[in-house]
């Protein structure tokens, strides 16, 4: 959040911008509350990381899962604050 937080202020300073920080789609452990009370404008939920090469068998994004987590981080910030970053 501090590295956040420098990138913000420099951004600000030099009037140079958007922030956006690419965040889990699911892992509460990286709240995108966090992100944009530390500077960031929009959050990027990477909503195709469901399944990977390694990881358990499965799409690399079920619709549900990608709308399911996407509700989620909207009601962590708003839909103003979020790209979606989605499996095309």
């Known amino acids: 959040l501090s590295v ?7 951004l600000r ?3 140079l911008g958007p ?3 690419a965040i889990p ?5 990286h ?3 966090a992100f944009i ?3 960031a404008d929009l959050v990027l939920p990477m909503l ?5 090469a390694g990881g358990t068998p499965g799409p690399v994004a079920d619709p549900d899962w990608v709308a ?3 509700d989620r981080r909207i009601g962590e910030v708003g839909a103003s604050r979020i790209v979606a970053a989605l499996p095309l």
Do not use: C
Request: hydrophobic share 40%.
């Open 4 to 10: 956040v937080r420098t990138i913000a202020d420099t």
């Open 13 to 15: 300073e030099r009037r």
């Open 19 to 21: 922030l956006t920080v």
């Open 25 to 29: 789609a699911v892992d509460t452990g």
């Open 31 to 33: 709240p995108a509350r």
């Open 37 to 39: 009370d530390a500077g």
């Open 48 to 52: 195709y990381d469901q399944h990977w």
């Open 68 to 70: 399911s987590a996407l």
